[in-house]
């Protein structure tokens, strides 16, 4: 069982942050020691004439403190992994439970304009976006929700699907693939200036500094060395130095546009190549994860090799932004131009496959985020999307926003176009919770992942919804005015030419529900029988019985029901999805239930 799984791995993970820790603790007490020994004796020999003694004293301690921070550091990131670790295994073990630990909701992704994702909740504090989301660079969470907010083509989802196959079961691979990147919170950050940077067309570098920066710094060394000797004043080397200022002046107009390109993605990348590096890794013979390696590998140095080298670069260059740095070293070394001509050196040989390597990292976590949550979720089942116009056809299909235990599943068959489910039934007994498991699973499904279904077969289309209609202060917009925007867009969308378009399939959740109940039946019908030539079909929920008479003179629509029961003056819903039209409604029971007399309404 994945909580089992998820619960033994936090455990080992706890026991081994807790083991590096302890190692951590005693590095940092033995270069105390060796700190406060190695100086010691450096005073002591200094002080018994033994200079030649106390600089190798000095020498051996500063390479043993050297040894034991290095040693320390690579302690301190298997320490903060483990940490990562731990918290992704709660992480997982609370989304079974549909709970959240990560912060990101996905918000910034969602439209009050899109066809359906403020219906089906697919973003938000309680998301489809939440509850798959395994990402944690800008390009990642770009393209996980580019997937959940459009339908893909039947070649593309099975390719994702082939590759969400090959990862579920390398758990390790992906749970250390996460943590990488949760190590480092600006990997998060959005690489576009050092894109921008990386594919600019700019003028070469004067060939001349190529020379300059070699030779001017070796005359200035060799000037300032003559004046500790004695032998140039030091004008000497103040007018070298002026001279240097003069050739840094030349570009200091373009390291200045580097640097701000470069800067805030710097720290980023030092993360970066850790998490190229494990991506280079993925096992697998599927077709995307074949290309995403193809592409990690398609250069001199491997992705991960030339982005470390790029981290390097930018570090270093940066380092100019330390006033005391630049005016100590940064002037006289010439350290601009040097930096400059390097990180042009990268941009020739690397530059035009940056953007495709973060592409195909985004690329790999989305797909990690599927197969995290097809591991995560074993019962759930692989759709067949099938290349036969509007077809819909599920077995025990289940919200996957509600815990299991709480889920009820339920199953129906939709075949072609034109088509109307119409379903009825009393308040609260599952009709709009229907709509939003069908939906929720369809978007699902079109971008790849499992799904709450024991069987899915399901053809591409445009899913669209209309269900939580609102009216607007600021438009002066009332629900219903809303609603009829809404449905405007629905019949655009359908007058589109289908030699262009996927059909489209519709959730409409009590629909007209701010007229009357004459213009109610009127519209409702109106707008069925129009959907009906189009090559869209859908669903349709209402508490207008006389819909349902639809079926007596027509065979596009289909009624289903869900109804309630009073036991023992308790009003009871088993939610499940009946043939026919509801014959029980339990309005005036819950008016009763909260006080009105309604059988003084009967006087």
């Known amino acids: 069982m994945p909580s089992e799984t998820f619960h033994q791995r936090q455990q080992e993970f706890t026991r081994a942050e807790q083991d590096a820790q302890r190692r951590y603790n005693q590095l940092a007490f033995w270069r105390l020691i060796l700190f406060a020994v190695s100086a010691l004796a450096v005073w002591l020999l200094f002080r018994a004439d033994k200079d030649a003694l106390g600089l190798g004293a000095a020498l051996v301690g500063i390479i043993g403190f050297l040894v034991l921070l290095k040693k320390h550091q690579a302690v301190r990131r298997e320490r903060d992994l483990n940490h990562q670790l731990v918290f992704i295994n709660q992480d997982e073990a609370s989304r079974l439970k549909r709970q959240y630990l990560r912060s990101e909701t996905g918000e910034q992704f969602a439209s009050p304009t899109h066809y359906y994702t403020g219906d089906l909740d697919v973003f938000g504090k309680h998301s489809l976006f939440r509850l798959l989301n395994r990402t944690h660079t800008h390009e990642g ?13 039947p070649d593309a989802i099975h390719l994702r699907q082939l590759a969400v196959t090959d990862l579920k079961p390398q758990l390790d691979w992906r749970q250390q693939f996460e943590a990488l990147a949760n190590l480092e919170p600006t990997v998060g950050q959005s690489p576009e200036k050092l894109v921008q940077w990386a594919t600019a067309d700019v003028a070469p570098l004067s060939a001349y500094l190529n020379i300059v920066r070699f030779v001017f710094p070796a005359v200035t060394l060799g000037l300032f060395s003559a004046w500790l000797m004695g032998l140039v004043p030091g004008l000497a080397v103040l007018a070298a130095l002026a001279i240097h200022g003069l050739v840094l002046s030349q570009v200091s107009a373009r390291v200045k546009e580097v640097s701000e390109q470069t800067f805030d993605m710097a720290t980023a990348l030092g993360a970066f190549w850790n998490l190229v590096k494990q991506a280079e890794l993925v096992k697998g013979d599927a077709l995307r994860l074949t290309a995403i390696r193809n592409v990690l590998a398609d250069n001199e140095l491997p992705a991960s090799a030339a982005i470390r080298q790029l981290a390097n670069l930018t570090e270093g260059l940066n380092f100019r932004r330390n006033p005391y740095f630049y005016l100590f070293f940064g002037i006289a070394s010439l350290w601009d131009i040097h930096y400059l001509f390097r990180l042009e050196g990268w941009r020739k040989t690397y530059g035009p496959a940056l953007s495709h390597w973060f592409s195909a990292l985004g690329e790999l976590e989305a797909l990690n985020s599927l197969a995290g949550f097809a591991y995560a979720h074993p019962s759930y089942v692989t759709p067949d999307i099938v290349d036969v116009p509007l077809t819909l056809d599920f077995t025990s299909a289940a919200h996957p926003l509600l815990p299991p235990e709480r889920s009820i599943a339920n199953s129906l068959r939709l075949q072609g176009a034109g088509k109307t489910i119409l379903i009825t039934g009393s308040n609260m007994s599952g009709k709009s919770t229907f709509l939003r498991t069908v939906g929720t699973n369809v978007v699902l499904a079109l971008a790849g992942a499992v799904v709450s279904s024991e069987k899915f077969k399901c053809s591409p289309m445009r899913v669209f919804t209309s269900m939580r209609t609102q009216d607007s202060l600021e438009e002066s917009t009332s629900s219903f005015y809303a609603e009829l925007k809404r449905l405007q867009t629905l019949i655009k969308l359908t007058q589109q030419s289908p030699d262009e378009q996927l059909p489209v399939l519709y959730f409409l959740d009590e629909i007209l529900k701010g007229t009357n109940s004459a213009d109610r039946h009127r519209g409702a019908e109106a707008l069925i029988r129009q959907l009906h030539h189009t090559t869209a079909s859908g669903f349709v929920s209402t508490h207008d019985l006389e819909l349902g008479q639809l079926t007596d003179a027509d065979t596009f629509v289909r ?45």
């Open 141 to 153: 969470q770009n393209r996980l929700a580019k997937w959940l907010k459009a339908t893909a083509s």
């Open 559 to 603: 009624n289903y029901h869900f109804q309630s029961d009073l036991e023992d003056g308790q009003l009871v819903f088993d939610y499940k999805l009946r043939d026919g039209i509801c014959k029980s409604f339990n309005a005036s029971q819950l008016m009763q239930a909260i006080g009105i007399d309604m059988a003084g309404a009967q006087k």
